[in-house]
């Protein structure tokens, strides 16, 4: 079976490798993947927002099967126009996939629904929204309608922040279009867990629990970033937060989305706040997370390749989707300086990862048989073990043996998440 996989960062490389453990798989294409993906697929460098450069591949290649990753080709329907050329694809249709493209739907179907989420309101004009910015409480969360890299909703302290968020995203347009309309929402507070799930549409199975580091800097300080580095479980999420979950969010989401005419088939991620009141949905996203990927499919017993079919065929069962009891760690080694400007262009050292270890590469390139450091997060040292405790030594032990000029990594991965463990 040839697969194609959209896409280029270190979940896309995680996700490859997890494929690449079924001996029905031949070949793996990656567009546009990246220089350590290249180690085990063929990357070729169409964009994963080319959806015409996509198609025109997939004519001349035909692929068997494909997984579309990132949310902006999965928003722009990509898996609608692979399906219509033939190719059988993991990832929902564009219909589904607005659950992340467009928050003011995903908030609108949660209040319809009964799901809980925080209180929120939306506004199309930044006048009545800096004027009911007025009375509201602080902190107070402005966020962008659509896509943004991560970076549309800003948590605001004051009346001036507020204003100075709205102008920005309506009137100056930093996210561009996505800004058009904004919400304002109820600040929650509690533990943030991100669940991500497989679905067939109607079945839903949640996968290990995760948590991503965000902020740039240790103790969760500086600016946001697309993920600092993950571990798995995560030690809020008890049995009784995930039973309620279950009952109170995931199977009400799948259920809105059929029933709307709207089946999500793929992976859905649920970004969750254990509030006082109980679990809340803080966002959905339609996609594998990024670095959460890293962490949870290291720890998929089951096979990753049947359990996308059936996804996509609407197959989907429960004991289909196993994992190991053990603990992962995920430790991003990013270029100095990220998320703001940095440098890129050196060389990478990497050992080989031993039996309980991986290193997903995410933002480099091949020059000259050499591995050169070529964005952002440049990769993620993954280990896992029995307890977490040993993930995380196990991530920063093989973080050492890496090395590229301008490297920065959190050295507190996992801190919070053993804090919590001691309690
Ligand atoms: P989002 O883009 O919706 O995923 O939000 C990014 C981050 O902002 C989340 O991971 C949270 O840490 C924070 N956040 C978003 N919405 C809220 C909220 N209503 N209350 C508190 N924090 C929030
Ligand atoms: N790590 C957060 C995300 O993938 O959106």
Redesign the pocket.
């Given at each position: 079976m040839n697969i194609l996989v959209i896409g280029g960062g270190g979940r896309e490389h995680a996700v490859i490798k997890t494929l690449k453990k079924n001996k029905s798989v031949e070949k793996v294409f990656c567009l546009p993947g990246n220089g350590g993906i290249a180690r085990d697929a063929e990357c070729f460098p169409v964009k994963a927002t080319d959806i015409g450069g996509i198609l025109a591949f997939a004519k001349e290649h035909a692929p068997d099967f494909a997984v579309v990753t990132p949310d902006d080709p999965l928003v722009l329907g990509c898996v609608d126009e692979l399906e219509k050329i033939g190719v059988p694809c993991f990832g929902p249709h564009k219909n589904a996939a607005i659950l992340e493209g467009s928050?003011v739907f995903s908030k609108a179907l949660m209040q319809k629904y009964g799901i809980p989420t925080?209180k929120?309101r939306v506004f199309e004009d930044a006048a009545e929204a800096i004027s009911y910015l007025k009375a509201h409480p602080y902190?107070a969360?402005v966020?962008a309608d659509g896509l943004?890299l991560?970076?549309?909703?800003l948590?605001v302290n004051s009346f001036e922040e507020a204003t100075k968020a709205v102008e920005d995203m309506m009137v100056k347009r930093v996210f561009g279009e996505s800004g058009a309309r904004i919400l304002v929402?109820?600040?929650?507070?509690g533990p943030?867990v991100s669940v991500l799930s497989f679905t067939d549409g109607k079945t839903v199975v949640p996968m290990v629990s995760s948590m991503?580091h965000?902020r740039a800097g240790d103790g969760d300080t500086g600016l946001?970033t697309g993920g600092m580095g993950t571990i798995a479980p995560n030690p809020y999420y008890t049995e009784e937060v995930a039973k309620r979950c279950m009952e109170e969010i995931f199977l009400p989401t799948v259920r809105a989305m059929q029933k709307e005419g709207r089946p999500f088939r793929g992976c859905l991620y649920f970004?969750l706040?254990l509030t006082k009141e109980g679990p809340k949905v803080?966002?959905y996203n339609c996609r594998f997370g990024d670095p959460e990927t890293q962490v949870v499919l290291p720890l998929l017993e089951s096979d990753l390749l049947t359990i996308l079919l059936a996804c996509r065929n609407g197959t989907l069962s429960e004991d289909m989707v196993k994992f190991s009891g053990g603990a992962a760690c995920c430790v991003v080694l990013a270029s100095k300086g990220y998320p703001k400007a940095y440098e890129t262009g050196f060389e990478i050292s990497l050992p080989e990862a031993g039996e309980r270890e991986e290193i997903f590469v995410a933002g480099a390139k091949l020059e000259g048989g050499k591995l050169l450091s070529a964005g952002g997060r440049v990769l993620g040292a993954v280990a896992t073990a029995e307890t977490l405790k040993e993930a995380i030594s196990g991530a920063y032990a093989l973080s050492e043996k890496i090395s590229f000029a301008n490297a920065y990594k959190r050295t507190d991965i996992g801190a919070r998440a053993m804090a919590a463990l001691e309690e």
């Open positions: 928050k925080a929120s902190p969360v966020k943004a991560g970076k549309g909703a948590i929402e109820e600040f929650l507070e943030e991503d965000k946001n970004g706040m803080i966002e």
